[in-house]
Every structure is written in structure tokens, then in C-alpha cells.
């Protein structure tokens, strides 16, 4: 049994978090070993990263750097063994995070990016010329204002959290981008749906690469 990799991407409000769990369930109940994890994060090293990126000011080349480094590690230490040995990993974010939040919304050149993802990670894991990406990419796709009000009634934002929604409406074009760029490995999600509808979407994108059933 081959190891599957699934990122869970957005903008901060959009929902995904309340899924995450949820599929990770799903698929130990259909007989999946399951890694959750996320990012920046995942490791001890990349959780100290977490919080400078999250609170330290800095700018985005800095950002970029500290988060592929972080992700080095992550993919190292914890993506490419669970994979090597046959399990699911879900992540919440990955490399397109980076594109959309340092790429689009704050202004960092997209070759540029490009070449530290290869610098950062290729070679790690199963494919010795290339750069890991999830095999499933679940964008869940939200109005920035509708984001925003969700951000606003849950928690005390974080320095991204805490941009306008000129940088948010930034950051999901790059979404699109990249959706556009590798649309075979992402699936949109209509994330200003209902939590049942939104569920009910993300079972069928995992479905539809044979690892559950089509109405589990």
C-alpha cells in the first residue's frame, strides 16, 4: 500500500480546520494509518519557526526562507517516512501557502520561490529529482469578507490574521494560481457552504482517489 499525501489550503477563516479531523477519522475507520500534521509546524525544530513567523515582523524574503527551512525539516523528520512506510499524511498547508501568503500577498517573485523550494527539498524522499508535493490538494476557495467576519467572532488574530482583506483577496488569487498551474492535484472547495455541504465536498475529492468510499 502506497502513502498518500493530502494538504488542506486557504485563507485564514476559510474552515478547513473544522475538516481536518473529521477525514482523519474517516480514514482510519476505512483502515488508513493517518499522520495529521501541519505547517509551519510539525516538528520541534518547526514549531519554534511557527512562532517567529506568526508573531516576530520580518519580511517576506525572511518569512519564505524560515518557512521552507522549517519545512525542510518537517519533511524530513515526518512526511517522507510516513509515506515511505505506506501511510496518509494530511497536512494543514504545505509549499502553497508559501506562494500564496508570501508570493501574492506580500509581493515576493515567483521564480524566486520556485528556486528555494528546489534549494529546500529536492531529493528528500522517494523522488531524487524533483520536489515532494501532496497527491491531493483540498483548497477550501472563501469570499475574503466572509473570512473575515469568521476570523473576527473566533479568536485573537495572529500578524497574518491581523492583515487587511486587500492582502487576504492577494493571497486567494494565488490560490487560483496555483490551482490553475496544477489542476489535477487540487480539488476546490466551496467553502461558503454549510459545514454538512463542505464535508459532503471534501469526502467526495478523497473519494475520488479510491481512499474512501464514494458515500462513507
Known sequence: MHGFFISFEGIDGAGKSSHIEALAQALRAAGRNVVLTREPGGTALAEQVRQLLLHQAMDATTEALLAFAARRDHVRQVIAPALARGDVVISDRFTDAT??????????????????????????????????????????????????????????????EALDEGFFAAVSAGYAQRCAQDGARFARIDAAQGLDAVWQQVQQAVAARGLLQPDA
Do not use: C, H
Not at 101 to 127: C, P
Not at 129 to 150: E, G, H, I, N
Open 99 to 160: 506562494f500564496a501568503y508570501q508570493g501574492s500577498g506580500r509581493g515576493m517573485d515567483w521564480n524566486t520561490l520556485l528556486e528555494i523550494e528546489r534549494l529546500a527539498l529536492a531529493g528528500i524522499g522517494e523522488k531524487a529529482d524533483s520536489v515532494l508535493k501532496p497527491d491531493l490538494t483540498l483548497w477550501f476557495d472563501l469570499p475574503v469578507q466572509v473570512a473575515a467576519r469568521r476570523l473576527a467572532a473566533a479568536r485573537t488574530p495572529d500578524r497574518f
